[in-house]
């Protein structure tokens, strides 16, 4: 294989990796939990400073009650290679926090999400987080 196809071959994976990483932050940012599921693979790990998942059921059950708060998301940088992806964005939410800034890290198995590393500072939702047990 010529680097040139090799190139052009890398490239085919990013803009696949593109697609997924921005169909399921789309679909999860609008609720759309189908179709943010059908974007996560059968393994699948979720991180985060305030809950981890070992499996999509379980990433996806807050979803809804998330949305329900978020009042905008603005995506302010967006990095894609062949099976991983890191998005980042502030999110606007009808609580006390307001606007969160977050970073999140993907990473794909067979165009599939296998894991998601969502970093932000934790901080200012530990109240609430008490607040509901």
Known sequence: MSSESQARDGLHDESR???V?????????????PTAAALIGDEFSFRSPLMTSDDAAGHLAGIVGFVQVVTGVDLISELY???EATLVYDVHTATPVGT???AE???L???RIASILLIFDATPWQ???QLMG
Do not use: L, N
């Not at 990483?21 to 939990?33: I, K, P, T, W």
């Open 17 to 19: 990796t593109r697609d």
């Open 21 to 33: 990483v921005r169909g399921y932050h789309e679909a999860r940012f609008r609720g759309d939990v």
């Open 81 to 83: 290679g062949e099976s």
């Open 100 to 102: 969160q800034r977050t």
């Open 105 to 107: 890290h993907f990473k």
């Open 109 to 111: 198995v067979d165009g």
């Open 127 to 129: 109240p609430m987080r």
